[in-house]
Each structure stands twice: as structure tokens, then as C-alpha cells.
């Protein structure tokens, strides 16, 4: 049987996710949105660059969670964007009652696929997501690490100018302004980036990290990013069909793991077939193990809101 994935949410992210996965022929995509006529629309407009692009995998919209049936993974994207002056807070209370209703539906009709989660506040819809669902952890995860690695290493190229493919590097926490980078293992072609730029450079890059999103949604003052985001869940995507057992930072439920347990938190994980294949602990200084710890409990203080 032909590979399937279902982006919940025809928004900008939704789109461009469902855009990139049949153009790299990864599965068929059925993009689902509740607003009549708008996920149709959007798959049709795709379907036709088919023979512009050249791509052969089949991509539909639809208004109704049935047609998720048989999917090998579900990409949720819908929910309300962050707004200037939004905290995760309010957001996470905007979008908690929609995550849960729509996970309902999914693990209804798809209950063996694989759950992506890329709405905001990301750990902790992620969280809601795998007690909702019902699904082994390996099965639920969040997008904001891969997502939060690629501002970084961006960042990080653009002031060495160099290649992004030339930096290294890993952020790990909260999807938000308690992420991790982990600096120990930022390099660039082997190097460690503290030995290429001063102390000072290195922490205003880290700090405009925490806020690479908001500062988008400043920019656009309406809406926020959807292109890296759509780029970074479509890397978990294939590394799933592909069961390449990439490492990637992921949102993923620890079980004592950085003596953290009972929460979503980035790390980084095996992604393959199965989904979460293995959670690794890396080496962290005592400064990131404790910021990655507090991470995690901001995470677990945003979920006893909902």
C-alpha cells in the first residue's frame, strides 16, 4: 500500500508541509481543514504544478477526519498562531481545546499512525496530543527542536559566513525562549564555534534564537513563520517513511532520561519506521543540564493551566 500522510490545518504551515511532502514524492497527502472549500482549494492548486515539478504522489483536501483513515502519520498543524504580545500561556489556552478535539478524531480513524506535532506551544501541545490519543510515546512527538536547530545554525553561518551545511549543532528544551543550545557540540567543520567568534557574538546569537520566531510575527505583523517550520516537519516526515534512523532533536516524553520524567521535552532522538527508536543522552554542562531541567518544568507548569 501506498504511504499517507494527513497535515491537519490548511493554514501556511499546513500547505507548505503538504506542498513539500509530495513534491519530494514522500506519500500521498490528504490535507484536511475544517473551513469548507479551503483545504480542497489549496490541493488542487498543488495537484496542478504536478507536471510543472514532476512529482507523482496524489495530494487531496478534505473537511473530514475520516479520510484520514490508514495514514502512517498525522502533521498537526492547526490552531491560532501567536500574536504580537501573546504569551505561550494564552496561546497554549487557545489551542489546547482544538488539539485535543482533533487528536480525538485522528486516533479514531487512524490509530496506528505516527503523530507530528507542530502547533504552538509546542511541548505542550505535544504532551495534550500523547494523553489524548492514547498512543505509545514513540508515536506522538513535537517538530521545535529540528526547527530551533536550523535558526541557530542559520544564525550562526550568516555572521561566519560560511555554509549553514558547515555548522553543527543541537538546541535542545522547550520550543521557546527556554530552549538549550547545547554548545559543547556546536562546531563548524569540526571546530568549536566559542573558538570562532567572542563569547559576547556567540550569546546574542543564542538570545535571538529564543526569539527567532517572534521575531517573525513582529516582522509580518500578521501571522507567523511557516516556511522553516513546514521544512523541519517534513525532515522528521521522511526520516520516519524512510526509517533512516536520523538523530534530530524532537519533542519527546522522557522517562527519567536527564533526570527529567513524565514530560515532553526537546532532545535528541532516532527517528525511523517506528517512530521515537531510542532517546540519547549527550554529554551537557552543568549550565545546560540545569536550563534543560527548567525547560521542562516551565513545560509541566503550562500543562496544569489547561
Same mark, same amino acid.
Not at 502512517?72 to 492547526?78: E, G, H, L
Not at 490509530?111 to 507530528?116: L, N, R, T
Not at 514530560?263 to 540545569?290: F, N, T
Given at each position: 500500500m501506498? *504511504?499517507k500522510v494527513?497535515?491537519? %490545518?490548511?493554514g501556511?504551515?499546513?500547505?507548505m508541509?503538504? #506542498? *513539500?511532502?509530495?513534491?519530494? $514524492? ?5 490535507? +484536511?481543514?475544517?473551513?469548507e ?7 488542487l492548486? @498543488?495537484m ?5 515539478? %514532476? ?10 477526519f ?11 498543524t ?9 504569551s505561550r500561556?494564552?496561546l ?7 488539539v485535543?478535539?482533533?487528536v480525538?478524531?485522528?486516533?479514531r480513524?487512524a490509530?496506528d499512525?505516527?503523530?507530528i506535532m507542530v ?6 501541545m505535544t504532551?495534550?496530543?500523547?494523553r ?9 512527538m513535537?517538530? %521545535?527542536?529540528?526547527l530551533?536547530?536550523a535558526? !541557530?545554525r542559520?544564525?550562526? /553561518? ?10 553543527? /549543532?543541537?538546541?535542545? %528544551?522547550?520550543?521557546?525562549? =527556554?530552549?538549550v543550545?547545547? $554548545? ?6 569540526g571546530?568549536?564555534?566559542?573558538q ?7 550569546d546574542? +546569537?543564542?538570545?535571538? =534564537?529564543k526569539?527567532?520566531g ?9 501571522g507567523?513563520?511557516w516556511? /522553516?517550520?513546514?521544512?523541519? /516537519?517534513?525532515a522528521?516526515v521522511?526520516?520516519?517513511? $524512510?526509517d533512516?534512523?536520523?538523530?534530530l532533536?524532537a519533542?519527546a516524553y522522557?522517562?527519567? #532520561? !536527564?533526570? @527529567?520524567?513524565?514530560i515532553y ?6 527517528l525511523?519506521?517506528a517512530g521515537i527508536e ?5 554529554a551537557?554542562s ?6 534543560? *531541567?527548567?525547560?521542562?518544568?516551565a513545560v509541566?507548569e503550562?500543562?496544569?493551566?489547561i
Amino acid at each position: 500500500m501506498k *504511504r499517507k500522510v494527513s497535515v491537519i %490545518g490548511a493554514g501556511f504551515v499546513g500547505t507548505m508541509t503538504a #506542498q *513539500r511532502i509530495v513534491e519530494k $514524492n514522500l506519500a500521498d497527502v490528504v490535507l +484536511i481543514d475544517i473551513v469548507e472549500g479551503l483545504p480542497q482549494g489549496k490541493a488542487l492548486d @498543488i495537484m496542478q504544478s504536478a507536471p510543472i515539478e %514532476g512529482f507523482v504522489s496524489r495530494i487531496t483536501g478534505s473537511n473530514d477526519f475520516a479520510d484520514a483513515a490508514h495514514s502512517d502519520i498525522a502533521v498537526f498543524t492547526a490552531g491560532f498562531p501567536r500574536t504580537p504580545g501573546m504569551s505561550r500561556d494564552e496561546l497554549a489556552l487557545k489551542n489546547g481545546g482544538i488539539v485535543q478535539s482533533v487528536v480525538k478524531e485522528i486516533a479514531r480513524h487512524a490509530p496506528d499512525c505516527i503523530i507530528i506535532m507542530v502547533t504552538n506551544p509546542l511541548d505542550v501541545m505535544t504532551h495534550l496530543a500523547w494523553r489524548t490519543s492514547g498512543f505509545p510515546a514513540r508515536r506522538v512527538m513535537g517538530m %521545535g527542536g529540528v526547527l530551533d536547530t536550523a535558526r !541557530y545554525r542559520a544564525f550562526l /553561518a550568516e555572521e561566519l559566513d560560511v555554509p549553514a551545511s558547515d555548522i553543527e /549543532a543541537i538546541v535542545l %528544551g522547550s520550543h521557546g525562549d =527556554t530552549m538549550v543550545p547545547a $554548545n559543547i557540540h556546536t562546531t563548524s567543520k569540526g571546530i568549536p564555534v566559542s573558538q570562532l567568534m567572542e563569547k559576547e557574538k556567540l550569546d546574542s +546569537i543564542i538570545e535571538r =534564537t529564543k526569539k527567532g520566531g517572534a521575531e517573525i510575527v513582529g516582522l509580518l505583523k500578521s501571522g507567523s513563520a511557516w516556511h /522553516a517550520p513546514s521544512s523541519s /516537519a517534513v525532515a522528521m516526515v521522511e526520516a520516519i517513511l $524512510n526509517d533512516s534512523k536520523r538523530l534530530l532533536p524532537a519533542s519527546a516524553y522522557l522517562t527519567g #532520561q !536527564y533526570n @527529567i520524567e513524565d514530560i515532553y521535552i526537546g532532545v535528541p532522538v532516532k527517528l525511523g519506521g517506528a517512530g521515537i527508536e531510542e532517546i540519547r543522552e549527550i554529554a551537557l554542562s552543568d549550565e545546560e543540564l540545569k536550563g534543560l *531541567r527548567q525547560s521542562a518544568e516551565a513545560v509541566r507548569e503550562t500543562l496544569k493551566k489547561i
